[in-house]
């Protein structure tokens, strides 16, 4: 029988809606059970596609014993981390303070007032590896709570002081200047690994981030050094198993430091952010294998993750269907065996897909099989006809494999990232089907996210919106898309929107006495501790992802209030550039953008003709661009401005101070180099 979570919308709590474990949704309802019961809370957090989530489900939450275990003597709260972000962050914080490390799933005991006494992450169901086994921990937490109520009681509340008393770095206040952006291109330095790109070793995630502050780095200062980084690390994870080499899309991360074997998981937001860096690789550099893969990157999201609706999903599984087995395990959609190959392709294209893709009869993943990889350059052009066509022959075999899980649930912040993503990719490249995409979900989180005082919620599913609140990644990420529908569509909607949401930001989620962010509103449910994290991690910050959007608010607008808020949360990036660039790539990029500008560029003239794509491929990181037909006020850029001797002009402004405009796109590009 369905218990409580049959009602949500999350796919990751639906996947536990027939668990025999009596579970709750997070609510004050389930910690008043609790304290009318005189139990503790068994908190466990994870998300659809994590791996680890469905061992320990399959292993323990399935279990007919186990379950009756937790019944019996804890109330059971299953949260998914993608809905709840704030929930995740602050019980994560306190994870990993008292272990050192965290990660998915996360299990938390907490008392009935919410307060963590107990951590850890996945249990297994017997001992293992010197880990105790699940119900081993059941039984010692249910001693220590009946036995020690006092003493448990005590750490709760310690836990709690010592959280509250945790004091982040807010910087000066004041904005990076050239000598913290210096020392931050030289910590990444530092961290790069020049025999395979990337920084650190392994697990190596993508740092599409950094690569976008290395591109802006070399925009303002033409530094090589920072363009080589990005375009070498981008090169290799494109040539890697990291990247879907038939369909196109980055896997979450790679177990090795060569790139080669994935965790199998696609993300929308790594699809996103890796859509945009190649793109903006593309303007800077021409690179053909950067506008190839921003191309079928974009195509991946729209054709494996857009919805019915018109929004992108959330994620594609790691694990699927193994058809020799029947079991469900990781990987098994994307790798290959010399035997398979040979059964699509006959033995000669069979050979040339070994070669060409880096399959070996050893394998390079498990059981003999390969992960794809792209490891030498392009193939001579008379094999060029050949290959796409055992590209084409693979890529119809694979589909019909069973496919990996998609978890359907829309997050805003996520869609704005495709958004931006695809309206930019659509212009560059002359694509408007991607244009239309990015409309496309943009309409549909205005239609149904957005309430009629422009608060967004957080998730929706199947049309149906979720409950809970939108955060400051929710609302920066959002109106970042909205600002690159109105550069790239000249349409002023998309501005006014995201004024819409930028002024509740600036309401609802900055301290006004240190210039500060926080990750929820001032009115949103108070936790044990406010969540406040300016650091660039899978995806921007909301911290610095709004200090962005408020800057290219500002330069459209000429809205002071946000200018001088944007520059206020750089003081972050000011006081950690420096020291952990790696974690703060997108604060960076906003740094330099600030640094470099205000330019405005208006546009009068066809939106999306010559001038207005000349000046969407400006490199210049300060720049934002508004684009309208003569006598247009869509946009406050366009105000006043008309044609020249009867011909589209453009505009451009930097730092409040304006040059005689132009009709020539070749001008109007070196004015944005």
Known sequence: MPNRLAQETSPYLLQHADNPVDWWPWSAEAFQEARERGVPVLLSVGYSSCHWCHVMAHESFEDEATAALMNEKFVNIKVDREERPDVDAV????????????????????????????????????????????????????????????????????IVRDLGERQLTHGTGEKPGEDELAQALLGLTRDYDATHGGFGGAPKFPPSMAVEFLLRHYARTGAEGALQMAADTCERMARGGIYDQLGGGFARYSVDREWVVPHFEKMLYDNALLCRAYAHLWRATGSDLARRVALETADFMVRELRTNEGGFASALDADSEDPATGKHVEGAYYVWTPEQLREVLGEADADLAMACYGVTEEGTFEEGASVLQLPVAEAPLAEASRLASVRERLLAARAERPAPGRDDKVVAAWNGLAIAALAEAGAYFDRPDLVTAAVGAGDLLVRLHMDDRARLARTSKDGRVGANAGVLEDYADVAEGFLALASVTGEGVWLEFAGFLLDHVLAQFVDEESGALYD?????????????????????????????????????????????????????????????????GHGLAVAEAALDGPREVAVVGEVLGDLHRTALLGTAPGAVVAAGPPGSDELPLLAGRGLVDGRPAAYVCRGFVCDAPTTDASALAGMLA
């Open 520 to 584: 929820t509103a001032a009115d949103a449910e108070r936790l044990i501790r406010r969540p406040q994290d300016p650091t660039d991690n899978a995806a921007p910050s909301g911290w610095t992802a709004a200090a962005g959007a408020l800057l290219s608010y500002a330069a459209q607008t000429g809205a002071s209030p946000h200018r001088t808020a944007a520059e206020r949360a750089l003081g972050v990036v000011k006081a950690l550039g420096p020291r952990v660039p790696r974690f703060i």
């Open 91 to 158: 019980y994560m914080e306190a994870v990993q303070a008292a272990t050192g490390q965290g990660g998915w799933p996360m299990t938390v005991f907490l008392t009935a007032d919410a307060e963590p006494f107990y951590f850890g992450t996945y249990f297994p169901p017997e001992p293992r590896h010197g880990m105790p086994s699940f119900p081993q921990i059941l039984d010692g937490v249910h001693r220590a709570w009946t036995d020690r109520r006092g003493e448990v009681a005590e750490v709760a509340g310690k």
